[in-house]
């Protein structure tokens, strides 16, 4: 061992900063930095590792949503449903300011009963709410933030892979952390519409009111076919999960089907849109599957090399009270989420922190509720912020990373004050954490 | 001189929303126009199984295992594709402030990095792929497609397309004005 | 002296804070005593190294890591003989009776080979014991898993439950909570009693199979044979009693652990079925047939599959 592992970190942080700052692919950049620290740590023979991680990568069947979402989301778009079920919203809500971003917002919350993984809601609202809102000249930043942030709760309002890996993690009930993780997840999707709402009061520029003049009932009224498709498309998918008709991935295929079947009986579907969207389906595939496979081997890698010791030796030489303790816990965290996926902070942190928290009395399903909204900050926090990728696949190519960025720090505060509240005051997220008592 | 000349061809490359293909870039489009057609499969035998569980009551034992299999097919393709059309998702707030005789160095180490990245990965996921190939690894279920047999080695073909593909970018973008990315509904005619 | 120990890096898939992972730390810290601090054990949990179980075996195989510490039945791709020395399926009425098949003449060798082609050596078993099956409808019998949807995990167990007439579903693991959540699936094959009742899946589904009989999945510690030879016979010999020190200890708190969740089932009003000798015998015997279809397989999995058998024969067990 010539070098220590805390040297080590410091020099993947930064040689991943340089690489990333110049324009080196992220997902290259992390799977390289990957590469040289096994090289340099463990030696030549453990480069087998990007391949075991790559391989694992691809055969993971959840991850299997995601080109089915994409697809889904390219032929909403490609089609006109978008577009009219825009002009519904708008047609109803013109008078109202920010009217439009509230509906997005709750209609991300319910569309997060759909998906179980990050990413398959951001694509959908990034292709279909995104350009209607910069149509309906809604401000760039406030409208990606909307999209990234209540796209999120995909993770959060059940069902959520980070609470399925977490419970089979932790052998905790998973059926309860599903529970329990419902009200924090209502409580940032309360925020965000709270934070529309008063920021388009403040600033009335970000979302403009119509000049047009306010439509009559019967206007409205004729609107109304264009929330059909989509409201259709919601049902059949959550309709086909809460029934037990379909497991949660192939409710995105009974969702790609419905949409095809839509778009041929309003007589839209041509060769030409269904090959575009393949084609676009297809490009952000290959993209997110590279970016994320970027951060699993960084996540492999780091294990090997030691990297959960080293973190648990760091936390517990400050010697903290239990409360600081899981304090630092989430700031570490933190600090992991912006440079890893969360599946890798999962493999990485929880070996060492559950056993501390275990042993200190505190509960298991309370810890996993923090870790998922923890994880919901993830997935903005740049510079590793998948929720900025997903988005980035499948946006219009003059909006760059940072432009996405840019917009999502209001939402990381709403999400912080989320993490704040459910740590500091348990019981009043929900009855069932009244037995929530540090032993010590 | 000489680059303000080719500045200005290149330009008018750009405009025409065109760009200069060579026969790496068709094996890529090929191989990416041709199985982007597994995603509608996928869907179609993922209602079959639907269909065959819940209406006729017996489930089959390999629609799931077949579903896997294509997709990890399209994913190691599809970044393929991406590379081609410059797609990757990166940083470019650095990028877009240098001069562009600045960003042909950046291009350059980005595609040093990529190539060195691919080098690791196939230098050292070779002798596993081979074995997998070899003794035609299965996936241990109960359907047992050669899942591993397959993926492993197609896994270091696509890195290897992907580096190939990368230095051909390098090439082609260092003469142009500004490296773009590419509209894929161009490809489709 | 310790300043020249050898570290050997092992990775389970047991996550740290499962009572398997505590096991498995306490391994490591006894092949460090055992061997008088001359081997040194890094363990890693959740197959973090690797990211998938089924593909830690490979990365000791290459040498990412020294051992392997999953379980032969992910490896059945390879070689269906991984079967049998992973999940006896339908075979052995609990952990201690396979503990002692190894010792049985032949066995060894016949595991060895299996091993050896692959340039691994098997160190040990760790055998938690039998699982049992999760439902939302009674399954008291052999009868009633007629048309039972249920997931099964892939491989022999679906052979098994078909020629049974249930319906075996294939499933990510991923998915089953929610499945049974949503009556997608009637049950499901998940794993001991003691952990389906931790991970809160009697809520919605009342029924459960207790004592086990339909699988008894063990977990090995196998390690690349290169490492393994150039280890110190001390200290190979810390590392086989290290092995069976865990065996002992994760057979018996597994069975404490069902007990607890025994009583704490009942009280809650979840029907235990626990199988009746004929159905239990209906159930090996289709075992037995599965087996014998086994053994068209590979040379090495009939050579497995008859020493099992005749240990079995000798234990009076069939
Ligand atoms: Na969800
Ligand atoms: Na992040």
């Given at each position: 061992m010539e070098i220590e592992i805390g040297t080590l970190s410091i020099i993947l942080i930064v040689g991943l900063l340089a690489l990333i700052s110049i324009g080196v692919p992220m997902g290259f950049a992390s799977g390289f930095m990957g590469a040289v620290l096994v090289f340099l740590y463990i030696g030549e023979h453990a480069l087998g590792i990007l391949l075991s991680r790559y391989y694992s990568l691809v055969v993971t069947y959840s991850f299997l949503s995601v080109p089915l979402f994409i697809f889904m989301a390219s032929l909403l778009e490609r089609s006109n449903i978008a577009r009219d079920l825009y002009d519904a919203l708008n047609a109803w809500?013109?008078?109202?300011?920010g009217g439009v971003g509230v509906v997005t917002a709750i209609m991300a919350t319910i569309m997060?009963?759909?998906?179980?993984?990050?990413?398959g809601e951001i694509v959908l609202l990034g292709l279909i709410a995104l350009p209607q809102m910069l149509r309906l000249k809604y401000d760039q930043d406030m409208s990606i933030g909307i999209i990234c942030a209540s796209g999120s709760l995909g993770t959060m309002i059940p069902p959520s892979i980070v609470l399925i890996i977490y419970g089979l993690t932790t052998e905790t009930s998973i059926t309860m952390l599903f529970q329990e993780a419902i009200v924090p997840g209502l409580m940032i999707s309360a925020l965000i519409i709270t934070y529309i709402l008063i920021r388009t009061r403040l600033q009335p520029h970000l979302a403009p009111l119509s000049d047009e003049p306010p439509l009559t009932l019967k206007e409205k009224i004729s609107y109304l076919p264009g929330l059909l498709p989509p409201i259709g498309i919601v049902i059949i998918v959550l309709g086909s999960i809460y029934s037990g008709i379909t497991g949660i991935t192939e409710a995105a295929g009974m969702g790609v089907v419905a949409t095809l079947i839509i778009i041929f009986s309003r007589k839209e579907l041509t060769v030409f849109l269904f090959k575009d969207a393949l084609t676009r389906t297809f490009k952000a595939s290959g993209t997110i599957l590279t970016i994320t496979f970027g951060a699993t081997v960084l996540a492999g890698a780091y294990s090997l090399a030691g990297g959960p010791k080293y973190v648990a030796e760091t936390i517990l030489a400050?010697?903290?009270k239990p409360m600081y303790l899981i304090f630092m816990m989430q700031l570490m965290f933190l600090v992991m989420g912006a440079f890893m996926d969360w599946v890798g902070i999962v493999l990485l942190a929880m070996p060492v922190f559950l056993p501390i928290v275990l042993a200190l009395g505190f509960d298991p399903i309370w810890f996993g509720i923090l870790f998922c909204v923890n994880m919901q900050v993830s997935f903005l926090s740049p510079p590793f912020g998948p929720a900025a990728f997903y988005l980035k696949s499948v946006a219009p190519p003059h909006i760059s990373l940072t432009d996405i960025f840019r917009g999502f720090a209001p939402f990381i505060v709403i999400q912080l004050i989320v993490l704040a509240c459910v740590m500091f005051f348990p019981e009043m997220m929900t009855q069932n954490f009244h037995e929530f008592v540090p032993k010590k | 001189m000489l680059d303000k000349q080719l500045q200005e061809q290149n330009e008018k490359v750009a405009s025409k929303d065109d760009f200069p293909i060579n026969w790496i870039d068709r094996v890529s489009l090929f191989l990416s126009h041709t199985i982007k057609y597994l995603i509608p499969v996928i869907v179609l035998v993922m209602m079959y199984e639907i269909f065959m569980r819940y209406i006729m009551e017996k489930p089959t034992m390999w629609v799931n295992e077949l579903c896997l299999w294509l997709a990890g097919i399209c994913y190691l393709v599809g970044g393929v594709y991406a590379t081609r059309l410059r797609s990757h998702i990166r940083i470019v707030l650095l990028y877009d402030w240098v001069s562009r005789p600045t960003q042909r160095i950046f291009d350059l180490i980005s595609t040093i990095i990529i190539v060195l990245f691919a080098a690791a990965v196939i230098y050292g996921g070779m002798e596993d792929a081979y074995r997998s190939f070899i003794n035609w690894e299965r996936f241990a279920t109960f359907w047992d497609p050669p899942i591993p047999a397959t993926m492993k080695p197609l896994t270091l073909i696509c890195v290897f397309l992907i580096a190939v593909q990368s230095v051909n970018n390098l090439i082609i973008d260092w003469r142009n004005p500004k490296e773009k990315q590419y509209d894929p509904s161009k490809d489709l005619k | 002296g310790s300043a020249n120990a050898k570290t050997l890096k092992i990775e389970t898939h047991f996550t740290a804070s499962s009572p398997n992972g505590e096991v498995a730390a306490q391994f490591a810290k006894n092949v460090e005593m055992f061997s008088g601090g001359s081997l040194k054990v890094e363990m890693f949990y959740s197959s973090s190294v690797t990211g998938k179980s089924a593909e830690v075996f490979n990365s000791a195989q290459t040498g990412?890591?020294?051992?392997?510490?999953?379980?032969?039945?992910?490896?059945t791709g390879k070689n269906a003989a991984f079967q049998f020395a992973g999940d006896v399926m339908?075979?052995?009425?609990?952990p201690y009776q396979q503990y002692d098949f190894l010792k049985f003449p032949g066995a060894q060798d016949a595991v060895d080979a299996l091993y050896n082609k692959y340039g691994m050596t098997l160190i040990g078993w760790w055998i938690p014991g039998h699982e049992s099956l999760i439902s939302s409808k009674p399954i008291p019998d052999v009868p009633s898993i007629k048309d039972f949807k249920f997931r099964s995990p892939p491989g022999m167990e679906s052979m098994i439950f078909s020629a049974l007439g249930a319906k075996p579903i294939v499933m990510d693991f991923g998915e089953v909570p929610t499945a049974l959540q949503t009556g997608l699936i009637d049950g499901a094959d998940y794993s001991s009693l003691a952990t389906n009742y931790a991970g809160g899946h009697y809520e919605k589904n009342r029924y459960a199979t207790y004592p086990g009989f339909h699988s008894m999945p063990a977990d090995h510690l196998a390690c690349n044979t290169k490492v393994w030879k150039k280890l110190k016979p001390h200290e190979r010999g810390a590392m086989k009693a290290g092995i069976e020190i865990a065996g002992r200890t994760i057979t018996s708190l597994v069975e404490r652990k069902n007990a607890e969740a025994v009583k704490a089932l009942l009280a809650d009003g979840v029907t235990l079925h626990d199988w009746s000798r004929e159905d239990r015998l209906k159930f090996r015997n289709a075992a037995l047939n599965a087996w014998q279809e086994w053994k068209k397989k590979s040379p090495e999995a009939a050579a497995l599959i008859d020493i099992h058998t005749a240990y079995m024969k000798a234990n009076g067990i069939l």
């Open positions: 809500l013109r008078k109202t300011r997060a009963a759909m998906s179980g993984i990050i990413g400050y010697d903290l | - | 990412i890591i020294d051992c392997d510490m999953t379980g032969a039945g992910y490896q339908g075979g052995y009425d609990n």
